[in-house]
């Protein structure tokens, strides 16, 4: 089973930047999409944005389009999110994901969550407004 390790969260004002880092080992990925999802308090945890492993095609949940970027490192075997124009909506525990289908699948399921093979520990992103 892979195991995800995060880092790069922190507290910033709005309008702000942070870049959240995972790194993964245990298996190799080909087809399968990483991604992101955050939980803020009182909240259930929601979809942010995958990459296909192999291609580096994108997908972002609308309210952070334009905002957010996702990319991997393939020798380093990491994903990034980098976050810009950070809103004080953005607060929340952000995780890192290692999905066991592929970007189409992920992108096409109404409940990503359960696509999920493995989650990061989390790591805390707090937006002062």
């Known amino acids: 089973q892979v195991q995800l390790v995060e880092s790069g969260g922190g507290l910033v004002q709005a309008g702000g930047s942070l870049r959240l880092s995972c790194t993964a080992s245990g298996r190799t990925f080909n087809n399968a999409a990483m991604g992101w999802f955050r939980q803020a308090p009182g909240k259930e945890r929601e979809f942010v944005a995958a990459?296909?492993?192999?291609?580096?095609?994108?997908y972002y949940t609308d309210s952070v389009k334009g905002r957010f970027t996702i990319s991997r490192d393939i020798p380093k075997i990491t994903v990034y999110l980098q976050m810009n124009t950070l809103k004080p909506e953005d607060t929340a525990v952000y995780y890192c994901a290692a999905f066991r289908g592929t970007l189409t699948e992920v992108r096409f399921n109404r409940a990503p969550t359960t696509l999920v093979e493995s989650w990061g520990q989390g790591t805390q992103v707090t937006v002062s407004s």
């Open positions: 990459i296909s492993w192999n291609f580096g095609v994108t």
